[in-house]
């Protein structure tokens, strides 16, 4: 659910429209990167965007999530000061609207029922995703069955400890 259904007419068009600044990407076109200080969050009204984050040890990005209209991307930014923690693409061409830090700080100041309003539904949409994350960590842990890079990642990781726990002396010790 969005905030945007809540407020009432007047806070919706005499408040906030004016803080929200439409946009638009075309598919593929990077929307947020990984890494950035981020200065707001975009509220997605068509299309879907593609989250990823970086594997440095692989040198690859992992698709972590796809976002569907009517879900925030980059609220952290509203909530903290730290860097995006993702990078988000259009994976379709998408239109959605901007809604910076300093909109939302000089609407806590000013319009505290909508603030909390927006508050309330920024927790629901973070509660959402994590629900959502759970989920499919539990489908990793719980799996039967691991894939062939994630066994090469255990083995190089068994061999690592056994280098630094008993210096270059190969041990043929099970774990």
């Known amino acids: 659910m969005s905030f945007l259904d809540i407020l009432r007419t007047e806070e919706l068009g005499g408040v906030l ?8 990407f075309p598919r ?15 509220i997605i009204d068509e299309g879907t965007i593609r989250l990823e984050v970086r594997n440095t040890e692989t040198d690859t990005d992992g698709v ?23 990078t988000a ?19 806590c100041q000013n319009y505290p029922r909508i ?10 949409n973070l509660i959402e995703k994590l629900r959502q994350a759970n989920e499919k960590v539990a489908g990793y842990i719980f799996t039967e069955d ?3 890079d994630t066994n090469e990642m255990v083995d ?20």
């Not at 429209?17 to 439409?22: A, D, I, M, S």
């Not at 990984?34 to 969050?41: A, F, I, R, S």
């Open 17 to 24: 429209e004016k803080y929200l600044v439409p946009v638009q």
């Open 64 to 86: 972590i999530g796809f976002l569907e209209p009517i879900t925030f991307v980059g609220e952290f930014s509203l909530l903290e000061d730290k860097p995006r923690e993702a």
């Open 156 to 175: 190089r990781a068994q061999k690592a400890h056994r280098f630094f726990a008993y210096g270059r002396k190969v041990v043929l010790m099970p774990y």
């Open 146 to 148: 691991m894939d062939q």
């Open 115 to 124: 603030a909390l309003t927006i508050a309330t539904t920024l927790s629901q």
């Open 28 to 42: 593929n076109a990077c929307i947020m990167q990984q890494g950035d200080q981020g200065e707001g969050c975009y």
């Open 89 to 107: 693409y259009a994976h379709t061409d998408v239109k959605a609207r901007y809604f910076s830090k300093q909109s939302y700080d000089e609407i």
